[in-house]
């Protein structure tokens, strides 16, 4: 009894290190911040400007966010960068591939048609997405006057929106992607009030 046999120490080796890699990994998604993005204009006082990013939840991730990958994002230097409708409550932003639209309703909230569309490599493969918030809907569209612009109004503001159904835009059908919503998080600045 005093000697362990060989085929007992491999099967402890062999169940014991799936058990320490999956507490290595633990401890790693629990100590490890997501990565905050904040998008942000700083620089006010130039033409107009606006920046768009994607976040997505560790989970939504290749290795539950272990493999660092490039953001999601485009702003007003994208290729085919372009502002639709600006307004206190609506918001359009667009750029190759990409194509935001922003609704708030009377009571402040985000309205049920808001919607992103944008470009992602899922398995493997290029898709392109549109992106709907959950039925009640998380986050915000922020918008204020620019103190002192000129009789043609000039909006700054800011938006946070959590999107939690996806589908295939060529196929129309829905995915099972993401399994948390993903964050979309943006700003924009000098953009000049022009409505539908």
């Not at 960068?81 to 359009?92: I, K, M, N, Y």
């Not at 009789?151 to 939690?164: K, M, P, R, S, T």
Request: glycine share 8%.
């Amino acid at each position: 009894m005093g000697r362990m046999k060989p085929y007992i120490k491999v099967s402890l080796i062999v169940f014991a290190l799936p058990l320490v890699f999956g507490l290595i990994v633990l401890f790693v998604l629990r100590t490890r911040p997501d990565k905050t993005v904040t998008a942000r204009i700083s620089n006010t006082s130039a033409g107009p400007s606006f920046e768009v990013v994607v976040v997505k939840a560790r989970v939504n991730r290749p290795l539950f966010g272990l493999i660092p990958e490039s953001d999601l994002r485009f702003d007003h230097t994208s290729p085919g960068a372009r502002v639709g409708s600006v307004e206190p409550d609506r918001l359009e932003l667009s750029a190759d591939s990409w194509d935001l639209l922003i609704e708030r309703e009377i009571e402040g909230g985000i309205a049920p048609t808001t919607r992103l569309v944008f470009p992602i490599e899922l398995g493997g493969r290029q898709v392109k997405l549109r992106c709907r918030p959950a039925d009640d809907a998380v986050g915000y569209l922020r918008t204020g006057r620019r103190a002192g612009s000129p009789a043609a109004v000039v909006l700054d503001g800011e938006f946070l929106i959590e999107f939690a159904k996806c589908e295939n835009v060529d196929s129309g059908r829905p995915i099972d992607w993401p399994s948390q919503p993903i964050t979309l998080r943006g700003s924009f600045a000098g953009l000049p009030w022009n409505r539908r």
